[in-house]
């Protein structure tokens, strides 16, 4: 005991951005989540890869040589990376991927079309 504690910073993210399931589909094609607090979305596999945001994907977008659509592609490898981000794998071989669960909610919220809400709560949901 030296009597000089270090406290634990925070979390460096949104722990309720973290998913109590991430789930791909059968066909691979799409991932489903459930966050703590009920919500509910899905994601296209073209839609994750097109928004990967890896320094080559990055680096493309600069470029202008990133691929517009990313038509029949599916999600290879899902892997939960220390509580803040999955790791994605697809099947175009690209496996750069890191995606932070916050900025997943983020895209669940955005991709939304407003008459049928990609992310739903439960109260919602008539
Ligand atoms: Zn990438």
Redesign the pocket.
């Known amino acids: 005991m030296t009597g000089f504690e270090q406290v634990p910073p925070g979390p460096p993210f949104d722990p309720d951005a973290m998913p109590v399931e991430a789930a791909l589909t059968r066909d691979r094609a799409t991932i489903r989540f459930t966050w703590r607090d009920g919500a509910q979305a899905a994601l296209s596999a073209s839609l994750l ?1 097109s928004h ?7 680096r493309d977008r600069v470029l202008g040589c990133f691929p517009v659509g990313f038509e029949g592609i599916t999600v290879k490898h899902l892997e939960p990376m220390g509580g803040y981000a999955v790791h994605l794998a697809f099947s175009d071989e ?1 496996a ?2 890191i995606f932070p669960w916050a900025y997943l909610r983020d895209l669940a919220i955005e991709a939304a079309d407003p008459e049928q809400p990609a992310v739903r709560h439960p109260a919602e949901a008539a």
């Open positions: 890869r990967c945001r890896c320094a080559w994907c990055t690209h750069r991927g």
